[in-house]
């Protein structure tokens, strides 16, 4: 009973749109979610899929106002593929490669509702982004939806650059950050996903003084705890 609950907790929604649902089993004897395979990115901004393998470029999206002044972040999220349905806790873990070695940020975004733009205006609700900094360090960044700035941002100390594995677990009040399976620590979660919904952003950040080429992802597996 306990156990099945446990395994059941997440269950990915495929094509929305559509209002088709359905639930996988990966390598986890069904425990697993493989969010790559046989599911749409493609028309997500910045992405090229092939073979399994996503390649994030960097886009540097802004909203800017009408004479063209101001320039608020505008990065980009998956409408159009997999998104979760969770009524407890979970992991998210992420395969990157191409990260670190001075080149640009790398970032995995949760977002637990999904922004909204008004004209020349992007407001921010709940998510959480992680990601590989240019000098290999992880970093956590919180949106709590009272802003459009992080409420919350911090840095762990990784020396990570080149395929990195990072994985967030949403447990109870905290998330808890990996690398490789190394835990770095943890942060106070304000109720990203009360809600019961996530949803997929990627983004890369153009390196200093040159044309990023961007970075890949080569995994990304839900699995509730």
Not at 7 to 28: I, N, P, S
Not at 176 to 188: H, N, P
Request: with cysteine; hydrophobic share 35%; charged share 25%.
């Amino acid at each position: 009973g306990g156990t099945w609950q446990r395994l059941t907790t997440v269950v990915l929604v495929m094509a929305v749109a559509a209002g088709c649902t359905g639930q996988g089993e990966g390598a986890g004897g069904g425990n697993d979610e493989d969010l790559l395979r046989n599911h749409d990115w493609t028309q997500m901004p910045g992405i090229t899929a092939r073979n399994d393998i996503l390649r994030v470029s960097a886009l540097d999206r802004h909203i800017v106002e009408q004479d063209s002044s101001g320039g608020q972040p505008n990065p980009p999220l998956n409408l159009a593929g997999p998104h979760l349905r969770s009524d407890g806790d979970f992991t998210v873990t992420a395969r990157m490669s191409g990260v670190g070695d001075d080149d640009g940020d790398s970032w995995l975004r949760l977002y637990g509702r999904v922004p909204v733009i008004y004209d020349e205006w992007r407001q921010e609700r709940p998510s959480l982004r992680v990601g590989v900094t240019a000098d290999g360090q992880v970093k956590v960044q919180i949106w709590d939806g009272e802003g459009d700035e992080p409420a919350t941002s911090k840095e762990f100390d990784c020396g990570c650059s080149g395929t990195v594995t990072l994985a967030v677990s949403s447990i109870g009040d905290t998330f808890r950050v990996k690398a490789d399976g190394r835990r770095l620590g943890s942060v106070q979660d304000p109720g990203v996903f009360a809600e019961g919904t996530v949803w997929f952003g990627l983004e890369a950040d153009a390196g200093e003084g040159e044309r990023r080429e961007g970075w890949r992802l080569t995994q990304l597996i839900a699995r509730a705890e």
